[in-house]
């Protein structure tokens, strides 16, 4: 992290346990990164006490890092920008009340 350069922003999409969580938050803290997008972590699931949820530079996802399939991502897609015409709810909507 150290040789990222001075404000960088960090994306972890990876499995593993590359990132050291002390580290990247000791990161954070001093600057030297602006913030970080995390979906994997060191363990999973992400405990409800970890300091991940409530650091103002880190955003967690909910682990779905994954390999776009253009066809059907397309497919999907096009049929939510259909029904966004017709006036209707589109699929695949996040429900921030659901929690995720």
């Known amino acids: 992290l150290a040789l990222l350069p001075r404000g960088a922003y960090l994306i972890n999409v990876a499995r593993g346990q590359h990132v050291v969580d002390a580290d990247l938050l000791a990161a954070l803290d001093s600057g030297q990164l602006a913030g970080a997008t995390l979906d994997t972590f ?7 006490g970890h300091p991940f949820w409530t650091h ?6 909910p682990h779905v890092a994954a390999i776009t399939q253009v066809r059907s991502a397309a497919r999907t ?11 209707e709810c589109p699929a695949h909507v996040v429900d921030r009340t659901r929690g995720y």
């Open 77 to 87: 897609l096009a049929a939510n920008v259909a029904a966004l015409v017709r006036g």
């Open 42 to 48: 060191r363990e999973e699931p992400l405990p409800g």
């Open 56 to 61: 103002a530079g880190i955003t967690v996802v």
